[in-house]
């Protein structure tokens, strides 16, 4: 399987910027899609944005032109620049890798956007 470490959140002030990270170890093949969601208190969890092995890039309405998902294949690890951040960003952000053998999940991390 595929184990995923997420870093970089924090708390942040409104129009400042974050950069989460997410190391992939274990069985990755080049085929996959990682992606970005969150899941702030009381809602359901989000798509952020989602990045192909072949560089194809989807995001959420919502982020649209304040963040930024990247990939580096070599080092296993995506991105998500984040910003122009608003209080509403404010939720816990997970990366999971969809692959041949199937969906995993990062444990999270929290980010937090005062105003």
């Known amino acids: 399987q595929v184990q995923l470490v997420e870093s970089g959140g924090g708390l942040v002030q409104a129009g400042g910027s974050l950069r989460l990270s997410c190391g992939a170890s274990?069985?990755?093949?080049?085929?996959?899609?990682m992606a970005w969601y969150r899941q702030a208190p009381g809602k359901q969890r989000e798509l952020v944005a989602a990045?192909?092995?072949?560089?194809?890039?989807s995001y959420a309405d919502a982020v649209k032109g304040r963040f930024t998902i990247s990939r580096d294949n070599a080092k296993n690890t995506v991105y998500l620049q984040m910003d122009r951040l608003k209080p509403e960003d404010t939720a816990v952000y997970s990366c999971?890798?969809?692959?041949?053998?199937?969906?995993?999940w990062g444990q999270g991390t929290q980010v937090t956007v005062s105003s």
């Open positions: 999971s890798h969809a692959g041949r053998l199937g969906v995993s």
């Open positions: 274990g069985r990755i093949f080049s085929d996959n899609i």
């Open positions: 990045i192909t092995g072949g560089g194809s890039i």
